[in-house]
């Protein structure tokens, strides 16, 4: 079975710091995509980081960047310089062959002034 | 530029009770999704639309139909609520042009007593 495993369920950093969420799964797919959403108490899901399995290279968007590891199965999520307001749920997901997104439980990232 | 609009927000039924939850996206997304979301679960998938005129099972799909009304229409109908479907809905449409992203609904907070 296709799964998802998010392994730290909550996670607290203070202000500036640097965070890492982890994140492994299992398929047996060549080809897929992995994203990170972050849900604040908003409850909106907004979409992170996106990095497409074929590609070599981490995917970067501004504070926000990834570590890839194809061969384990693992891709993790690293916050730098963290804000108050990247205290949010974050769920890492991939696509299955039928391009249906399969998502781990959430760790909850509290930033603390 | 509304993207997905889902109503409504809340709800709150009574066992056996009927209702529809509706979903509309205007960003010409040809795939859309309905998702529950638990606490400590990740998002699971109860029906999906790949394209106009099609429906398919997702993860969770019992105690729940759902009708692509038009390209633009996707609502999730609950016959007959159980205590058991107390839970938050996603509506989603996906983005084959930008690397399957996801489009997300604000949600439906919905409780069966």
């Known amino acids: 079975a296709q799964t998802v495993t998010q392994s730290q369920p909550e996670m607290s950093v203070q202000e500036a710091e640097t965070v890492t969420l982890s994140c492994t799964y299992d398929t ?5 995509y992995l994203f990170w959403y972050k849900q604040p108490p908003s409850r909106q899901m907004i979409l992170v980081i996106r990095q497409e399995a074929y590609k070599q290279q981490n995917a970067t968007e501004n504070r926000f960047s990834v570590n890839f590891q194809k061969a384990a199965k693992s891709f993790s999520l690293k916050i730098s310089d963290s804000q108050l307001g990247d205290t949010a749920m974050y769920f890492c997901a991939f696509t299955d062959s039928n ?4 998502w ?3 760790t909850k990232l509290i930033i603390k002034p | 530029n509304a993207g997905v609009t889902q109503t409504p927000k809340f709800q709150v039924l009574k066992t056996g009770q009927s209702m529809t ?8 997304h040809n ?28 993860e969770v799909p019992n105690g729940y139909n759902v009708s692509r009304l038009n390209k633009r229409e996707f609502s999730l109908r609950l016959e007959s609520a159980a205590p058991s479907q107390t839970s938050v809905y996603f509506c989603a449409s996906r983005d084959t042009g930008a690397g399957e992203k996801l489009f997300f609904g604000s949600g439906t907070q919905l409780s069966v007593l």
């Open chain 1, 104 to 106: 781990g439980a959430g």
């Open chain 2, 31 to 58: 795939s859309m999704y309905w998702y529950r979301q638990d606490p400590g679960m990740g998002l699971r998938l109860i029906y999906y639309s790949a394209s106009e005129g099609t429906t398919d099972k997702g």
């Open chain 1, 28 to 32: 047996s797919e060549s080809n897929y």
């Open chain 2, 21 to 28: 939850l509706q979903c509309a996206q205007d960003m010409n």
């Open chain 1, 99 to 102: 391009y249906q997104l399969i």
